[in-house]
T-cell receptor
Framework: GAVVSQHPSRVICKSGTSVKIECRSLDFQATTMFWYRQFPKQSLMLMAT?????????EQGVEKDKFLINHASLTLSTLTVTSAHPEDSSFYIC????????????FGPGTRLTVL | GQSLEQPSEVTAVEGAIVQINCTYQTSGFYGLSWYQQHDGGAPTFLSYNALDGLEETGRFSSFLSRSDSYGYLLLQELQMKDSASYFC????????????FGTGTRLLVSP
């Protein structure tokens, strides 16, 4: 199956710093990638849709200036959490959809962010 | 918008059969998917129903009734490794085809 990677898998940072998370589709091109956030024992909440070569589309309630998304190529999207605070601590997961009959969406392994 | 409701938790024993239900409200419908997620891991795709009826994939089957806005995931011959969270999901009607997840069901399989 298709593979999506994320880096780093785990990051701990101090409050006020910025953290960049990379998401790569390893064996297919993805013009669109999605960023989700998941708090413990909760569902995945879509944050934004990342579009190659254009601005990201943010879900209602997600601050675009805080969560900067860049989709520089067909295989790479980055999420930067700016001026992170403890409430931003969460599991961040990216995904990419590969066109086909099964409507599969492939997910990265996630990044556990802890803000102290 | 979309909303998908699932039971929060289901428990069962090894070898049993369990059904996880999903009821949804969507503006437009583009199929129902199911994903499995182990603690700390990424969601993995299990199945997809675009039309009414049952789709079988090994021990897992998924059912859809579009008229009832309802679907379920059926897990047979349960194994300990099936203990995980299960999410139903639908795509919205926008050009980006965003995947929206249900509330999730935590399945606990005991010996």
């Amino acid at each position: 199956g298709a593979v999506v990677s994320q880096h780093p898998s785990r990051v701990i940072c101090k409050s006020g710093t910025s953290v960049k998370i990379e998401c790569r589709s390893l064996d297919f091109q993805a013009t669109t990638m999605f960023w989700y956030r998941q708090f413990p024992k909760q569902s995945l909440m879509l944050m934004a849709t990342s579009n190659e070569g254009s601005k990201a589309t943010y879900e209602q309630g997600v601050e675009k200036d805080k969560f900067l998304i860049n989709h520089a190529s067909l295989t790479l999207s980055t999420l930067t959490v700016t001026s992170a605070h403890p409430e931003d601590s969460s599991f961040y997961i990216c995904s990419a959809r590969r066109s086909g009959t099964k409507d599969e969406q492939f997910f990265g392994p996630g990044t556990r962010l802890t803000v102290l | 918008g979309q909303s998908l409701e699932q039971p929060s938790e289901v428990t069962a024993v090894e070898g049993a059969i369990v059904q996880i239900n999903c009821t949804y409200q969507t503006s437009g419908f583009y199929g129902l998917s199911w994903y499995q997620q182990h603690d700390g891991g990424a969601p993995t795709f299990l199945s997809y129903n675009a039309l009414d009826g049952l789709e079988e994939t090994g021990r897992f089957s998924s059912f859809l009734s579009r008229s009832d806005s309802y679907g379920y995931l059926l897990l047979q011959e349960l194994q300990m490794k099936d203990s995980a969270s299960y999410f139903c999901a639908v795509r919205d009607g926008t050009g980006f085809q965003k995947l929206v997840f249900g509330t999730g069901t935590r399945l606990l399989v005991s010996p």
